[in-house]
């Protein structure tokens, strides 16, 4: 070990064994681990036969946390960070002592390993090359809904991570602002007993999680298909295609509000896009 060094280790997402040997190495030669739950670590520990030093460092306590850890820094000691599951930082705490760590002059060094969007995103069969890491949305529906709002017209594959108790609501809100048509690989329990990887269209996605209580328990990553390229009057072709077959039999105003629902486009650009329909057919 390097004295004075912070290392920022992975770790296993499920699978105790899913980690490297250098993190085993580095774990068993540091003189502290600062973990994000110590019975979390205690246990990975214990499975690979360490036994160590650790202080707990999580949300709430990260800051003082991080002031202790680079005091021993200071005192030439070497620091493990861990979170429960992954990489800290990545959703998890570990960014303020890092970067505590890094403007006091201390080495910082990442050993990697296993991570969950990433591992999903192997396992999806989803050919687009580019990808969008979300992380956790907003609990609340408000910030939730006004964070979707910003995303739904990325091209990009967009991927979440979503708690048990909030996936089915998660997943509504996401079928009612990006639209039903989307394509959702729910990815659950990854690397564990009951790993799941399910692909389907957003509208069925909620009566597929209701079909059966276990698979809503679980930590989840969520990967979303991108929205597609706007064609003429800023809209998908999947949406202009959809806007036309409603209005050979609805109002213009009701075709344009369905639309909206079932796509998740821009209302104001749907109604665009419905007068010039109009005009054209001479309706």
Known sequence: ???????????????????SL???????????????DTRTTSHLLAHHGL????????????????????????????????????????SDPGSILVALAREQGYKVVPIPGANAAVCALSASGIAAPHYLFYGFLPPSAG??????????????????????????????????VLGIHRQLTIARELTKLFETIHSCSLGDAIAWLQADVNRQKGEFVLLLSGA????????????????????????????????????????????????????????
């Open 1 to 19: 070990m390097i004295p004075g060094t912070l290392y920022i280790v992975a770790t296993p997402i499920g699978n105790l064994r899913d980690i």
């Open 22 to 36: 250098r993190a085993l190495d580095v774990l068993a030669a540091v003189d502290v681990i600062a973990a994000e």
């Open 51 to 90: 036994i160590k030093k650790m202080m707990s460092l999580h949300q709430h306590n990260e800051r003082a946390t991080a002031k202790q850890a680079v005091n021993l820094l200071a005192c030439g000691k070497s620091v493990a960070l861990v979170t429960d599951a992954g990489t800290p930082g990545n």
């Open 143 to 176: 910030p939730r809904r006004r964070e979707l709002e910003q995303l739904k017209s990325q091209p990009y594959t967009l991927v979440f991570y979503e708690a048990p108790h909030r996936i089915l609501e998660c997943v509504a809100i996401l079928a009612e």
């Open 228 to 283: 597609e390229p706007a064609a003429e009057g800023g809209i998908s072709d999947k949406a202009q295609h959809t806007l036309t077959l409603l209005l050979r039999d609805l109002p213009l105003k009701q075709a344009v509000r369905l639309a909206t629902e079932i796509t998740g486009e821009s209302k104001n650009m749907l109604y665009a896009r419905a007068l010039a329909l109009k005009e054209g057919t001479g309706s």
